[in-house]
C-alpha cells in the first residue's frame, strides 16, 4: 500500500483530524492514480476525501484495545532508525 499512509490509532494524543485527512487524500490518491486530479475529476475526488476520512474518523473512534497508548516521539524515532539502518 502506501508508504505515506501512517497508523493512527493507539496514539496520545489522538490522531488530529489532519492527520485523518492527510491519510484519507493519500488513499484516494494512490487508489485513483491522480496527485492532482483534472478539473473534471475534481469534484469526484474531494467526495471520496471527505468519505474516506469520515470512516477513517468513525473506525479510530469505534476501536478498542488493552495496549497503553503509543508515544509519538518513540515511534518518530523508532521510524528514523529504520529509516537509517535501510538507506544508511
Do not use: H, W, Y
Amino acid at each position: 500500500m502506501c508508504r505515506n499512509i501512517k497508523t493512527l490509532f493507539n496514539f496520545e494524543p489522538p490522531a488530529t483530524e489532519d492527520e485523518i485527512r492527510a491519510s484519507a487524500l493519500q488513499f484516494v490518491r494512490k487508489l485513483s492514480g491522480f496527485n492532482t486530479p483534472s478539473q473534471a475529476n475534481a469534484a469526484a475526488f474531494e467526495r471520496a476525501v471527505d468519505d474516506v476520512a469520515d470512516i477513517a474518523r468513525r473506525l479510530l473512534a469505534s476501536l478498542q484495545t488493552q495496549a497503553e497508548p503509543r508515544n509519538r516521539d518513540v515511534e518518530a524515532e523508532r521510524a528514523r532508525e529504520r529509516s537509517r539502518a535501510r538507506f544508511g
